[in-house]
């Protein structure tokens, strides 16, 4: 399929609003089989602009649970230690 610009822009857009392909695929009238095996090719137009509207949506919520700890919410910085957990064993510790 040729993603043009714009339906690009529009995955990416869904995406943030955290809609899964399958509902992406209802929303802009692309067949879901199609959307979802392009979302699944790495480097796929489609899937760097998916993975950019989810990435952007994370680092929302990120940022708001990180200001909740610095608050003092007892439940954000705990969810941020696990974050910074997660986060450094994505990498390789050298």
């Known amino acids: 399929m040729d993603y043009s610009k714009e339906l690009l822009q529009k995955i990416e857009e869904e995406a943030r609003r955290m809609m899964t ?3 992406i695929s209802a929303l802009l009238g692309i067949d879901e089989t199609e959307l979802t095996d392009d ?3 790495l480097g796929h ?3 760097i602009a998916f ?9 929302e919520i990120r940022e708001d649970i990180r200001d909740a700890a610095r608050a003092g919410s007892p439940f954000s ?5 696990s974050m910074i957990e997660r986060q ?3 990498v390789t510790m050298i």
Not at 51 to 59: D, N
Not at 77 to 81: A, D, G, Q, T
């Open 21 to 23: 392909p399958a509902e």
């Open 39 to 41: 979302i699944n090719t």
């Open 45 to 47: 137009p489609a899937r």
């Open 51 to 59: 993975f950019h509207g989810v990435a952007i949506t994370a680092r």
């Open 77 to 81: 910085v705990s969810e941020c230690l």
């Open 88 to 90: 450094l064993s994505s």
